[in-house]
């Protein structure tokens, strides 16, 4: 248990530096793919649609 407290209190953690290089690259790879990532979405919804109303039926 004392493993596990003294994990949760290392300062040696992600720096906010860290985090924002994360988030920048995270935008760039979904402006890059924003239009495969739209239609992947699309034919999931289509999909999604289509089922529900034949369940429905």
Do not use: P
Not at 9 to 19: A, F, L, P, R, S
Not at 45 to 54: D, H, L, M, V, Y
């Amino acid at each position: 248990m004392n493993k596990i407290k003294e994990f949760f209190k290392e300062e040696d953690g992600i720096t906010t530096v860290e985090m924002i290089l994360v988030l920048v690259v995270l935008i760039a790879i979904v402006l890059i793919f924003k239009e495969q990532i739209t239609g992947l979405v699309d034919g999931i919804f289509n999909t999604i649609t289509k089922s529900a109303g034949q369940v429905g039926a």
